[in-house]
Each structure stands twice: as structure tokens, then as C-alpha cells.
């Protein structure tokens, strides 16, 4: 194959990843959000320790209209990274690489990561 049959550069828009794909890079995606929402996890851990008022204060800014999408998007992001990453150390060990276990794995991945997501969000927010 000569260098002139090579794309110039890809568009990233028009990949079709599979399943499995799509969950890798999620997985990624996830642990960079978790990585830029630990100050924020941090000091609403500090802040709830400080007492019952102090908790009172966290949960409402966690509750607040304007960063419950964080919020959600960092439990989301919680439950994701720690069901890929248990699904990926099975992949490590050589269970499930298959094609057909590696789409079941990433839809129950996704699925569970959604739940259980759903889950902590009522916990949190009732």
C-alpha cells in the first residue's frame, strides 16, 4: 500500500463503532470526567463531615438546579468507569473476548451502568 492511498486525516464523525467500541471510549470518557470532579466531590465530602448543618448545605448544593447535570453526570460517569473496568479485567483474563460476549458485556455494561446511576440518583435527590 502506497502513502498515497492513506486518508489525509480521518473524520471522526463518520466511524461507525461498534457496541464494544463505543464503551471503550466511553470508559475513557468517564475517567476524565471522574479525574476533573474530584475538587468538587472533595469539598462536598468536607463540607457534609462538618456537621448536620454543614450536610444540609452539600445536599442542597448538590440538589441545586444548576449543578444537578453535574451531579448526574459524575454518577453516571461513577457507575460507567467501575462496570467497564470490571468488564475490561475480565476481558484481561481472556473471559468474554469473544464478538458475541464482548456485545453482551458492553450492552450490560451500558444497561446496568444506567441503572444503577438511576438508583443512587433517587437516593440522592429523594
Do not use: N
Not at 473524520?11 to 475517567?31: C, Q, W, Y
Not at 448536620?52 to 444548576?66: G, N, Y
Not at 473471559?95 to 438511576?118: D, R, T, Y
Request: net charge positive.
Amino acid at each position: 500500500m502506497s502513502s498515497t492511498q492513506r486518508p489525509v486525516y480521518l473524520d471522526l464523525l463518520k466511524i461507525k463503532l461498534p457496541l464494544p467500541g463505543m464503551v471503550s471510549f466511553a470508559h475513557r470518557v468517564s475517567g476524565a470526567l471522574m479525574f476533573l470532579g474530584i475538587p468538587f466531590g472533595l469539598y462536598l465530602l468536607s463540607l457534609s463531615l462538618d456537621g448536620p448543618a454543614s450536610f444540609a448545605q452539600a445536599r442542597a448544593i448538590a440538589t441545586s438546579w444548576w449543578l444537578s447535570p453535574v451531579v448526574i453526570l459524575l454518577t453516571w460517569s461513577l457507575c460507567h468507569h467501575l462496570l467497564a473496568g470490571i468488564r475490561f479485567l475480565f476481558m484481561d483474563m481472556e473471559i468474554g473476548v469473544g464478538k458475541k460476549a464482548s456485545q453482551g458485556s458492553a450492552i450490560w455494561v451500558a444497561e446496568l451502568a444506567l441503572v444503577l446511576a438511576a438508583i443512587l440518583l433517587v437516593e440522592i435527590y429523594l
